[in-house]
Protein backbone atom coordinates (compact mmCIF):
# COMPACT_ATOMS: atom_id res chain seq x y z
CA UNK A 1 0.00 0.00 0.00
CA UNK A 2 1.62 3.32 -1.11
CA UNK A 3 0.66 6.10 0.99
CA UNK A 4 1.94 9.88 1.01
CA UNK A 5 0.30 11.05 4.35
CA UNK A 6 3.59 12.36 4.87
CA UNK A 7 4.34 14.31 2.00
CA UNK A 8 0.86 15.77 1.64
CA UNK A 9 1.10 16.71 5.61
CA UNK A 10 4.13 18.90 4.48
CA UNK A 11 2.92 20.63 1.45
CA UNK A 12 -0.08 21.91 3.85
CA UNK A 13 2.25 22.93 6.59
CA UNK A 14 4.15 24.82 4.00
CA UNK A 15 1.07 26.18 2.46
CA UNK A 16 -0.21 27.41 5.70
CA UNK A 17 2.79 28.95 7.06
CA UNK A 18 3.14 31.38 3.72
CA UNK A 19 -0.17 32.35 3.22
CA UNK A 20 -1.14 32.57 7.35
CA UNK A 21 -4.24 30.12 7.11
CA UNK A 22 -4.52 28.55 10.39
CA UNK A 23 -4.16 24.53 9.45
CA UNK A 24 -5.83 22.02 12.08
CA UNK A 25 -3.24 20.10 13.41
CA UNK A 26 -3.46 16.56 12.19
CA UNK A 27 -3.38 13.62 14.86
CA UNK A 28 0.15 11.45 14.17
CA UNK A 29 -0.64 8.06 13.19
CA UNK A 30 1.59 6.73 15.48
CA UNK A 31 -0.55 8.22 18.43
CA UNK A 32 -4.07 6.62 17.60
CA UNK A 33 -4.43 3.89 19.98
CA UNK A 34 -3.11 0.26 19.15
CA UNK A 35 -6.21 -1.78 18.64
CA UNK A 36 -7.17 0.53 16.31
CA UNK A 37 -4.71 -0.09 14.28
CA UNK A 38 -4.58 -3.33 14.58
CA UNK A 39 -7.99 -3.11 13.76
CA UNK A 40 -7.02 -1.28 10.49
CA UNK A 41 -4.52 -3.86 9.43
CA UNK A 42 -6.58 -6.79 10.14
CA UNK A 43 -9.69 -5.84 7.24
CA UNK A 44 -6.61 -4.37 4.89
CA UNK A 45 -8.23 -5.86 1.37
CA UNK A 46 -5.75 -8.45 0.41
CA UNK A 47 -4.93 -6.26 -2.68
CA UNK A 48 -3.67 -3.48 0.06
CA UNK A 49 -1.39 -5.67 1.53
CA UNK A 50 0.19 -7.29 -2.04
CA UNK A 51 0.62 -3.36 -2.67
CA UNK A 52 2.38 -2.53 0.58
CA UNK A 53 5.18 -0.60 -0.71
CA UNK A 54 8.23 0.60 1.67
CA UNK A 55 8.15 3.87 -0.48
CA UNK A 56 7.41 6.26 2.33
CA UNK A 57 9.89 6.26 5.57
CA UNK A 58 7.23 7.18 7.71
CA UNK A 59 4.39 4.75 7.13
CA UNK A 60 6.64 2.07 6.56
CA UNK A 61 8.00 2.59 9.97
CA UNK A 62 4.53 2.96 12.06
CA UNK A 63 3.38 0.07 10.35
CA UNK A 64 5.58 -2.13 10.84
CA UNK A 65 5.58 -1.66 14.53
CA UNK A 66 1.76 -1.14 15.56
CA UNK A 67 0.38 -3.07 12.42
CA UNK A 68 1.85 -6.04 11.32
CA UNK A 69 3.85 -7.48 14.73
CA UNK A 70 0.84 -8.94 16.28
CA UNK A 71 -1.03 -10.68 13.09
CA UNK A 72 -4.82 -11.86 13.48
CA UNK A 73 -6.81 -14.51 11.56
CA UNK A 74 -9.94 -16.77 12.06
CA UNK A 75 -11.62 -19.67 10.27
CA UNK A 76 -13.13 -17.60 7.48
CA UNK A 77 -12.20 -18.02 3.79
CA UNK A 78 -11.38 -14.14 3.46
CA UNK A 79 -9.50 -14.17 6.96
CA UNK A 80 -6.78 -17.21 5.99
CA UNK A 81 -6.52 -15.55 2.73
CA UNK A 82 -5.20 -12.40 4.15
CA UNK A 83 -3.20 -14.20 6.60
CA UNK A 84 -1.61 -16.14 3.83
CA UNK A 85 -0.87 -12.94 1.58
CA UNK A 86 0.82 -11.22 4.53
CA UNK A 87 3.05 -14.06 5.88
CA UNK A 88 3.85 -14.53 2.16
CA UNK A 89 4.93 -10.54 1.82
CA UNK A 90 8.53 -10.20 0.99
CA UNK A 91 8.99 -7.11 3.78
CA UNK A 92 5.74 -7.63 6.19
CA UNK A 93 6.39 -11.57 6.98
CA UNK A 94 9.45 -10.16 8.84
CA UNK A 95 7.87 -8.11 10.99
CA UNK A 96 5.53 -10.53 12.57
CA UNK A 97 6.05 -11.31 16.36
CA UNK A 98 3.12 -12.11 17.16
CA UNK A 99 -0.14 -14.22 15.46
CA UNK A 100 -3.74 -14.70 17.73
CA UNK A 101 -5.81 -17.30 15.99
CA UNK A 102 -9.31 -16.85 16.34
CA UNK A 103 -10.12 -20.65 16.17
CA UNK A 104 -14.19 -20.38 16.88
CA UNK A 105 -15.96 -23.14 14.56
CA UNK A 106 -19.66 -22.28 13.49
CA UNK A 107 -22.19 -24.82 12.64
CA UNK A 108 -24.87 -24.10 10.03
CA UNK A 109 -28.33 -23.43 12.10
CA UNK A 110 -30.31 -25.88 10.05
CA UNK A 111 -27.48 -28.94 10.88
CA UNK A 112 -27.00 -27.78 14.36
CA UNK A 113 -30.70 -27.31 15.06
CA UNK A 114 -31.50 -30.62 13.11
CA UNK A 115 -29.16 -32.90 15.69
CA UNK A 116 -28.56 -30.81 18.34
CA UNK A 117 -32.38 -28.51 18.77
CA UNK A 118 -34.80 -30.85 20.98
CA UNK A 119 -36.58 -27.81 21.95
CA UNK A 120 -38.10 -26.67 18.24
CA UNK A 121 -36.64 -28.90 16.03
CA UNK A 122 -37.72 -32.07 16.13
CA UNK A 123 -38.89 -33.75 12.81
CA UNK A 124 -39.66 -30.46 11.64
CA UNK A 125 -38.55 -29.16 8.19
CA UNK A 126 -36.74 -25.93 8.22
CA UNK A 127 -39.45 -24.57 5.18
CA UNK A 128 -42.57 -25.63 6.78
CA UNK A 129 -42.13 -23.98 10.21
CA UNK A 130 -45.42 -21.78 9.72
CA UNK A 131 -47.45 -24.34 7.74
CA UNK A 132 -46.78 -27.27 9.76
CA UNK A 133 -44.85 -26.74 13.28
CA UNK A 134 -46.99 -27.06 16.59
CA UNK A 135 -45.75 -27.29 20.20
CA UNK A 136 -46.39 -28.39 23.47
CA UNK A 137 -45.32 -27.01 26.68
CA UNK A 138 -43.86 -29.19 29.59
CA UNK A 139 -44.06 -27.76 33.28
CA UNK A 140 -40.54 -26.90 33.09
CA UNK A 141 -42.21 -23.87 30.86
CA UNK A 142 -40.14 -25.96 27.24
CA UNK A 143 -41.50 -26.36 24.23
CA UNK A 144 -41.13 -29.44 22.64
CA UNK A 145 -42.38 -30.38 18.66
CA UNK A 146 -44.90 -33.18 18.35
CA UNK A 147 -47.65 -34.03 15.42
CA UNK A 148 -50.58 -33.37 17.73
CA UNK A 149 -48.92 -29.97 19.48
CA UNK A 150 -51.44 -27.11 20.99
CA UNK A 151 -49.16 -24.11 19.86
CA UNK A 152 -47.89 -22.82 16.75
CA UNK A 153 -44.08 -21.64 16.22
CA UNK A 154 -45.38 -18.14 16.34
CA UNK A 155 -47.31 -19.08 19.75
CA UNK A 156 -44.24 -20.22 21.01
CA UNK A 157 -42.36 -18.30 20.52
CA UNK A 158 -44.33 -15.40 22.02
CA UNK A 159 -44.79 -17.42 24.88
CA UNK A 160 -41.35 -17.82 25.61
CA UNK A 161 -40.82 -14.07 24.90
CA UNK A 162 -43.33 -13.27 27.60
CA UNK A 163 -40.42 -13.40 29.65
CA UNK A 164 -38.28 -11.25 27.28
CA UNK A 165 -35.71 -13.98 27.38
CA UNK A 166 -34.81 -16.44 24.78
CA UNK A 167 -32.32 -19.43 25.35
CA UNK A 168 -28.77 -17.83 23.58
CA UNK A 169 -28.52 -21.04 21.78
CA UNK A 170 -31.05 -19.36 19.04
CA UNK A 171 -28.44 -17.09 18.02
CA UNK A 172 -27.40 -18.67 14.97
CA UNK A 173 -30.97 -20.25 14.29
CA UNK A 174 -32.99 -17.64 15.36
CA UNK A 175 -32.95 -15.43 12.10
CA UNK A 176 -33.46 -18.53 9.86
CA UNK A 177 -36.31 -19.18 11.89
CA UNK A 178 -37.96 -15.65 11.37
CA UNK A 179 -36.97 -15.91 7.56
CA UNK A 180 -38.24 -19.24 7.37
CA UNK A 181 -41.49 -18.48 8.81
CA UNK A 182 -42.66 -15.98 5.51
CA UNK A 183 -45.03 -14.66 7.02
CA UNK A 184 -44.87 -10.62 7.45
CA UNK A 185 -47.85 -10.07 10.12
CA UNK A 186 -46.64 -12.14 12.16
CA UNK A 187 -43.10 -10.55 12.14
CA UNK A 188 -44.55 -7.08 12.29
CA UNK A 189 -46.52 -7.93 15.21
CA UNK A 190 -43.40 -9.57 17.08
CA UNK A 191 -41.24 -6.47 15.67
CA UNK A 192 -43.81 -4.14 17.40
CA UNK A 193 -44.04 -5.92 20.40
CA UNK A 194 -40.13 -6.52 20.64
CA UNK A 195 -38.21 -5.77 23.89
CA UNK A 196 -35.65 -2.72 23.60
CA UNK A 197 -32.75 -4.30 24.30
CA UNK A 198 -32.56 -8.30 22.33
CA UNK A 199 -30.23 -10.63 23.68
CA UNK A 200 -29.15 -12.12 20.43
CA UNK A 201 -25.54 -12.02 18.68
CA UNK A 202 -23.57 -13.18 16.30
CA UNK A 203 -25.76 -13.74 12.88
CA UNK A 204 -28.67 -12.30 14.68
CA UNK A 205 -27.34 -9.39 16.64
CA UNK A 206 -29.44 -7.32 17.10
CA UNK A 207 -31.08 -6.41 13.84
CA UNK A 208 -34.24 -5.33 15.09
CA UNK A 209 -35.15 -1.58 16.78
CA UNK A 210 -38.15 -1.32 18.70
CA UNK A 211 -40.23 1.37 16.20
CA UNK A 212 -38.64 0.35 13.04
CA UNK A 213 -40.52 1.08 9.84
CA UNK A 214 -42.10 -1.33 7.36
CA UNK A 215 -39.59 -0.20 4.72
CA UNK A 216 -36.95 -0.88 7.42
CA UNK A 217 -38.07 -4.33 8.27
CA UNK A 218 -38.16 -5.36 4.43
CA UNK A 219 -34.30 -3.70 4.68
CA UNK A 220 -33.92 -5.96 7.90
CA UNK A 221 -35.15 -9.35 6.43
CA UNK A 222 -33.06 -9.23 3.36
CA UNK A 223 -29.95 -8.53 5.11
CA UNK A 224 -30.88 -10.66 7.45
CA UNK A 225 -31.27 -13.61 4.75
CA UNK A 226 -28.13 -12.70 3.31
CA UNK A 227 -25.96 -13.22 6.19
CA UNK A 228 -27.81 -16.28 6.84
CA UNK A 229 -26.28 -17.53 3.54
CA UNK A 230 -22.80 -16.16 4.21
CA UNK A 231 -22.81 -17.82 7.44
CA UNK A 232 -23.74 -20.58 5.20
CA UNK A 233 -21.13 -20.57 3.57
CA UNK A 234 -18.23 -20.17 5.87
CA UNK A 235 -19.36 -23.37 7.13
CA UNK A 236 -19.65 -25.38 4.09
CA UNK A 237 -16.08 -23.76 3.86
CA UNK A 238 -14.71 -25.22 6.93
CA UNK A 239 -16.19 -28.61 6.48
CA UNK A 240 -14.60 -28.61 2.97
CA UNK A 241 -11.24 -27.22 4.85
CA UNK A 242 -11.44 -29.93 7.97
CA UNK A 243 -12.48 -32.60 4.85
CA UNK A 244 -8.92 -31.73 2.88
CA UNK A 245 -6.69 -31.44 5.94
CA UNK A 246 -6.15 -27.22 3.97
CA UNK A 247 -6.00 -25.59 7.67
CA UNK A 248 -3.25 -27.48 8.90
CA UNK A 249 -1.84 -27.43 5.56
CA UNK A 250 -2.04 -23.51 5.32
CA UNK A 251 -0.88 -22.73 9.15
CA UNK A 252 2.51 -25.02 8.81
CA UNK A 253 3.20 -23.36 5.57
CA UNK A 254 2.43 -19.47 6.68
CA UNK A 255 4.58 -20.59 10.29
CA UNK A 256 7.86 -21.60 8.85
CA UNK A 257 7.46 -17.89 6.42
CA UNK A 258 7.59 -15.89 9.87
CA UNK A 259 11.27 -15.36 10.80
CA UNK A 260 10.43 -12.82 14.07
CA UNK A 261 7.42 -15.15 15.65
CA UNK A 262 7.90 -15.29 18.86
CA UNK A 263 4.26 -15.58 20.40
CA UNK A 264 1.09 -17.44 19.85
CA UNK A 265 -2.89 -17.16 21.33
CA UNK A 266 -5.39 -19.56 20.36
CA UNK A 267 -8.77 -18.26 21.78
CA UNK A 268 -12.41 -17.74 20.25
CA UNK A 269 -12.96 -14.32 19.86
CA UNK A 270 -14.87 -12.68 22.92
CA UNK A 271 -13.45 -15.51 25.35
CA UNK A 272 -13.42 -13.38 28.28
CA UNK A 273 -15.13 -15.98 30.56
CA UNK A 274 -13.82 -16.77 33.92
CA UNK A 275 -13.40 -20.52 35.21
CA UNK A 276 -16.51 -20.87 36.75
CA UNK A 277 -18.44 -19.47 33.56
CA UNK A 278 -16.99 -21.84 31.79
CA UNK A 279 -18.23 -24.83 34.13
CA UNK A 280 -22.02 -23.37 34.49
CA UNK A 281 -21.80 -23.09 30.15
CA UNK A 282 -20.82 -27.10 30.06
CA UNK A 283 -24.05 -27.91 32.21
CA UNK A 284 -26.32 -26.33 29.84
CA UNK A 285 -25.70 -27.04 26.34
CA UNK A 286 -27.91 -24.23 24.69
CA UNK A 287 -26.07 -21.74 26.90
CA UNK A 288 -23.43 -20.68 24.02
CA UNK A 289 -24.93 -22.39 21.13
CA UNK A 290 -24.35 -25.82 22.27
CA UNK A 291 -20.36 -25.92 23.12
CA UNK A 292 -19.89 -28.52 20.73
CA UNK A 293 -20.56 -25.68 18.02
CA UNK A 294 -17.84 -23.19 19.15
CA UNK A 295 -13.75 -23.93 20.24
CA UNK A 296 -14.79 -24.14 23.47
CA UNK A 297 -13.22 -26.73 26.11
CA UNK A 298 -13.46 -29.93 25.13
CA UNK A 299 -13.67 -29.46 20.99
CA UNK A 300 -11.21 -31.63 19.21
CA UNK A 301 -10.63 -28.75 16.92
CA UNK A 302 -9.25 -26.60 19.75
CA UNK A 303 -6.56 -29.79 19.99
CA UNK A 304 -6.43 -30.01 16.31
CA UNK A 305 -5.65 -25.92 16.16
CA UNK A 306 -2.96 -26.37 18.71
CA UNK A 307 -1.11 -29.03 17.29
CA UNK A 308 -1.03 -26.85 13.83
CA UNK A 309 0.50 -24.32 15.49
CA UNK A 310 2.92 -26.38 17.36
CA UNK A 311 3.61 -28.53 14.23
CA UNK A 312 4.34 -25.49 11.96
CA UNK A 313 6.67 -23.63 14.53
CA UNK A 314 8.68 -27.20 15.00
CA UNK A 315 9.09 -27.11 10.99
CA UNK A 316 9.90 -23.37 11.21
CA UNK A 317 12.57 -23.80 13.50
CA UNK A 318 10.79 -21.14 15.67
CA UNK A 319 11.64 -20.86 19.16
CA UNK A 320 8.42 -19.39 21.03
CA UNK A 321 8.38 -17.08 24.33
CA UNK A 322 4.64 -16.84 24.74
CA UNK A 323 1.79 -19.39 24.26
CA UNK A 324 -1.40 -18.47 25.60
CA UNK A 325 -4.16 -21.02 24.42
CA UNK A 326 -7.97 -19.97 25.95
CA UNK A 327 -9.40 -22.77 25.47
CA UNK A 328 -8.65 -26.64 25.04
CA UNK A 329 -9.68 -29.92 25.81
CA UNK A 330 -7.96 -32.15 28.30
CA UNK A 331 -7.63 -34.33 25.33
CA UNK A 332 -4.66 -32.82 23.77
CA UNK A 333 -2.89 -34.44 27.15
CA UNK A 334 -4.11 -37.42 25.78
CA UNK A 335 -2.18 -37.82 22.61
CA UNK A 336 0.67 -39.94 22.97
CA UNK A 337 3.49 -38.04 25.02
CA UNK A 338 6.21 -38.11 21.63
CA UNK A 339 3.34 -35.77 19.84
CA UNK A 340 4.12 -32.52 22.06
CA UNK A 341 6.38 -30.42 20.50
CA UNK A 342 8.43 -29.81 23.64
CA UNK A 343 11.34 -29.05 22.07
CA UNK A 344 9.37 -25.84 20.80
CA UNK A 345 7.93 -25.01 23.85
CA UNK A 346 11.31 -25.60 25.92
CA UNK A 347 11.57 -21.73 25.31
CA UNK A 348 8.81 -20.57 27.03
CA UNK A 349 8.94 -17.80 29.19
CA UNK A 350 4.90 -17.13 29.64
CA UNK A 351 2.40 -19.92 29.61
CA UNK A 352 -1.08 -19.84 29.61
CA UNK A 353 -3.78 -22.94 29.42
CA UNK A 354 -7.21 -23.21 30.19
CA UNK A 355 -7.58 -26.81 30.16
CA UNK A 356 -11.27 -28.13 30.20
CA UNK A 357 -13.32 -31.48 30.18
CA UNK A 358 -16.58 -31.22 28.40
CA UNK A 359 -18.48 -34.09 26.04
CA UNK A 360 -17.06 -34.24 22.84
CA UNK A 361 -20.86 -36.09 21.49
CA UNK A 362 -24.10 -35.72 23.08
CA UNK A 363 -24.71 -38.84 23.73
CA UNK A 364 -22.02 -39.07 25.86
CA UNK A 365 -21.76 -38.57 29.88
CA UNK A 366 -20.05 -35.45 31.35
CA UNK A 367 -19.60 -37.98 34.20
CA UNK A 368 -17.61 -40.63 32.49
CA UNK A 369 -15.84 -37.72 30.61
CA UNK A 370 -14.92 -36.70 33.89
CA UNK A 371 -13.33 -39.83 34.82
CA UNK A 372 -11.51 -40.06 32.13
CA UNK A 373 -9.81 -37.39 32.46
CA UNK A 374 -9.07 -38.29 35.64
CA UNK A 375 -7.46 -41.19 34.95
CA UNK A 376 -5.47 -39.72 32.29
CA UNK A 377 -4.10 -36.90 34.16
CA UNK A 378 -3.45 -38.88 36.71
CA UNK A 379 -0.82 -40.52 35.10
CA UNK A 380 1.73 -37.30 35.48
CA UNK A 381 1.12 -36.09 31.67
CA UNK A 382 0.83 -31.94 32.31
CA UNK A 383 3.95 -32.88 34.95
CA UNK A 384 6.35 -34.35 32.51
CA UNK A 385 4.69 -31.46 29.74
CA UNK A 386 5.81 -28.51 32.13
CA UNK A 387 8.47 -29.99 33.20
CA UNK A 388 10.21 -29.44 29.74
CA UNK A 389 9.46 -26.12 30.30
CA UNK A 390 12.30 -25.27 32.36
CA UNK A 391 12.72 -20.97 31.52
CA UNK A 392 9.17 -20.39 32.16
CA UNK A 393 8.47 -16.69 34.19
CA UNK A 394 4.69 -16.66 34.13
CA UNK A 395 2.29 -19.37 34.40
CA UNK A 396 -1.56 -19.14 34.51
CA UNK A 397 -3.32 -22.42 34.37
CA UNK A 398 -6.85 -23.30 34.66
CA UNK A 399 -8.63 -26.86 34.86
CA UNK A 400 -12.06 -26.83 34.72
CA UNK A 401 -13.72 -30.45 35.11
CA UNK A 402 -17.55 -29.39 36.12
CA UNK A 403 -17.99 -33.09 37.04
CA UNK A 404 -15.10 -33.41 39.38
CA UNK A 405 -12.81 -30.96 40.48
CA UNK A 406 -9.57 -34.27 40.75
CA UNK A 407 -6.61 -32.48 39.26
CA UNK A 408 -3.84 -33.03 41.82
CA UNK A 409 -1.24 -30.41 41.96
CA UNK A 410 1.24 -33.02 42.73
CA UNK A 411 0.06 -34.41 39.22
CA UNK A 412 0.60 -30.92 37.56
CA UNK A 413 3.71 -29.61 39.24
CA UNK A 414 5.05 -31.95 41.48
CA UNK A 415 8.78 -31.08 42.13
CA UNK A 416 9.45 -28.90 39.62
CA UNK A 417 11.31 -25.65 39.96
CA UNK A 418 11.27 -22.86 37.65
CA UNK A 419 14.29 -20.66 38.68
CA UNK A 420 12.97 -17.41 37.54
CA UNK A 421 9.48 -18.00 38.11
CA UNK A 422 7.97 -14.26 38.39
CA UNK A 423 4.52 -14.82 38.82
CA UNK A 424 1.85 -17.68 39.35
CA UNK A 425 -2.04 -18.33 38.77
CA UNK A 426 -3.79 -21.44 39.99
CA UNK A 427 -7.21 -22.09 39.62
CA UNK A 428 -9.99 -24.62 40.48
CA UNK A 429 -6.67 -27.16 41.27
CA UNK A 430 -6.82 -29.86 44.11
CA UNK A 431 -4.21 -30.00 46.36
CA UNK A 432 -2.81 -30.87 49.52
CA UNK A 433 -1.74 -28.31 52.31
CA UNK A 434 2.11 -30.19 51.89
CA UNK A 435 2.14 -29.81 48.18
CA UNK A 436 0.59 -26.02 47.99
CA UNK A 437 3.03 -24.97 50.35
CA UNK A 438 6.16 -26.65 49.66
CA UNK A 439 5.47 -25.48 45.41
CA UNK A 440 5.51 -21.60 46.80
CA UNK A 441 8.05 -21.97 49.27
CA UNK A 442 10.24 -23.25 46.34
CA UNK A 443 9.81 -20.50 44.04
CA UNK A 444 8.78 -17.25 46.72
CA UNK A 445 12.58 -15.82 46.15
CA UNK A 446 11.68 -14.99 42.71
CA UNK A 447 7.77 -14.67 43.06
CA UNK A 448 6.44 -11.58 42.40
CA UNK A 449 2.68 -11.92 41.78
CA UNK A 450 0.76 -15.14 43.14
CA UNK A 451 -3.83 -15.96 42.48
CA UNK A 452 -5.27 -18.87 43.74
CA UNK A 453 -8.78 -19.35 43.05
CA UNK A 454 -11.05 -22.17 43.95
CA UNK A 455 -8.58 -23.96 45.42
CA UNK A 456 -9.23 -27.32 47.19
CA UNK A 457 -7.77 -29.13 49.61
CA UNK A 458 -7.64 -32.75 50.48
CA UNK A 459 -5.21 -33.28 53.33
CA UNK A 460 -4.02 -30.71 55.71
CA UNK A 461 -6.00 -27.58 56.70
CA UNK A 462 -6.18 -23.99 55.66
CA UNK A 463 -5.10 -22.33 58.72
CA UNK A 464 -2.08 -24.14 59.00
CA UNK A 465 -1.38 -23.51 55.12
CA UNK A 466 -2.27 -19.55 55.32
CA UNK A 467 0.15 -18.72 58.53
CA UNK A 468 2.66 -20.95 56.29
CA UNK A 469 2.18 -18.91 53.39
CA UNK A 470 2.29 -15.43 55.24
CA UNK A 471 5.63 -16.85 56.95
CA UNK A 472 6.94 -16.96 53.08
CA UNK A 473 5.20 -13.78 52.22
CA UNK A 474 6.82 -11.56 55.47
CA UNK A 475 10.25 -13.50 54.40
CA UNK A 476 10.33 -12.84 50.58
CA UNK A 477 7.97 -10.43 49.83
CA UNK A 478 5.20 -9.78 47.46
CA UNK A 479 4.20 -7.33 44.81
CA UNK A 480 0.54 -8.70 43.98
CA UNK A 481 -1.49 -11.61 45.82
CA UNK A 482 -5.30 -12.58 44.44
CA UNK A 483 -6.89 -15.34 46.78
CA UNK A 484 -10.81 -16.52 46.62
CA UNK A 485 -12.88 -19.27 46.85
CA UNK A 486 -10.78 -21.97 48.85
CA UNK A 487 -12.40 -25.32 50.00
CA UNK A 488 -11.96 -28.34 51.22
CA UNK A 489 -13.08 -31.72 50.74
CA UNK A 490 -13.67 -34.82 52.52
CA UNK A 491 -13.39 -37.42 49.76
CA UNK A 492 -14.78 -41.22 49.60
CA UNK A 493 -14.39 -43.62 47.08
CA UNK A 494 -17.19 -45.86 46.61
CA UNK A 495 -18.38 -48.41 43.74
CA UNK A 496 -21.05 -48.52 41.64
CA UNK A 497 -20.79 -51.57 39.25
CA UNK A 498 -17.95 -50.84 37.63
CA UNK A 499 -17.78 -47.24 38.13
CA UNK A 500 -15.94 -45.67 40.53
CA UNK A 501 -16.82 -42.33 41.83
CA UNK A 502 -16.64 -39.82 44.79
CA UNK A 503 -18.68 -39.04 47.51
CA UNK A 504 -17.68 -35.63 49.16
CA UNK A 505 -18.30 -33.24 51.06
CA UNK A 506 -17.02 -29.41 51.32
CA UNK A 507 -16.53 -26.33 52.66
CA UNK A 508 -16.52 -23.39 51.82
CA UNK A 509 -14.99 -19.49 51.93
CA UNK A 510 -18.02 -18.06 52.74
CA UNK A 511 -17.88 -15.87 55.99
CA UNK A 512 -20.83 -13.05 56.35
CA UNK A 513 -22.66 -11.67 53.41
CA UNK A 514 -21.78 -8.54 55.07
CA UNK A 515 -17.77 -9.02 54.95
CA UNK A 516 -14.97 -9.91 52.44
CA UNK A 517 -13.42 -12.71 53.84
CA UNK A 518 -10.78 -12.76 50.68
CA UNK A 519 -9.83 -9.01 50.83
CA UNK A 520 -9.89 -10.28 54.88
CA UNK A 521 -7.32 -12.94 54.10
CA UNK A 522 -5.26 -10.99 51.86
CA UNK A 523 -4.34 -8.45 54.23
CA UNK A 524 -3.52 -10.95 56.75
CA UNK A 525 -1.21 -12.53 54.26
CA UNK A 526 0.51 -9.58 53.05
CA UNK A 527 0.80 -6.99 55.62
CA UNK A 528 0.32 -9.80 58.81
CA UNK A 529 -2.90 -7.57 59.60
CA UNK A 530 -5.89 -9.15 61.67
CA UNK A 531 -5.81 -12.84 62.50
CA UNK A 532 -7.33 -15.95 61.49
CA UNK A 533 -7.30 -17.62 64.36
CA UNK A 534 -11.00 -15.31 65.34
CA UNK A 535 -13.72 -17.73 66.02
CA UNK A 536 -15.84 -17.06 63.09
CA UNK A 537 -12.87 -17.74 61.04
CA UNK A 538 -12.98 -21.36 61.89
CA UNK A 539 -15.61 -22.67 59.56
CA UNK A 540 -14.07 -22.11 56.14
CA UNK A 541 -10.61 -22.88 57.64
CA UNK A 542 -11.13 -26.48 58.37
Known amino acids: MTCRHGQEEDALSKKGTNSGDCIPSSTPIGSLPTELLHMVCNNLAISDVKSFRRTNKRFSEIGLEHLIPSLYFCLSPTSFARFDTITSHPVLRKHVK ?50 NGSWSFEEAIQAVLAGKTLPIAHFDAFPQMLCDTNNPDFLNKFLSERFPEPQFTDVADPFFKEGSSSMEISKIIQGLSQRVKKHRDVVRWQHSMWAQNLDFGAIIQ ?43 PGMHSGVRQLNALLAGCREAGTRLDSLVVEAVSWRFFAQPFNAFD ?3 LSTLSTLTMRISVTTLDDDEEPSDEANKCIERLGDGIIYHFLRKIRLLKHLDLVIVNYYGEFSPLHDIIGDITWHGLKSLVLKRVVTEEKTLVSILGRHMATLKSLSLHMTTLTGGHWRSAWKQIRSLIATYGLDDLRVGYWHSYEMTRWENGVNPGWWFRWRGSELHPLRDEAEILRQYLMKGEGSIDEPEWRYVMK
Not at 118 to 142: C, F, H, I, N, T
Open 98 to 147: EIQFNGQCFTCPTEYWETNGPLYLREVKWDKYYQQARYERSPEGDFECIE
Open 254 to 296: ALKQLPALRAIKLSPEGWDMDEWQIAESQNNWFDYGGDKTLNA
Open 342 to 344: LEV
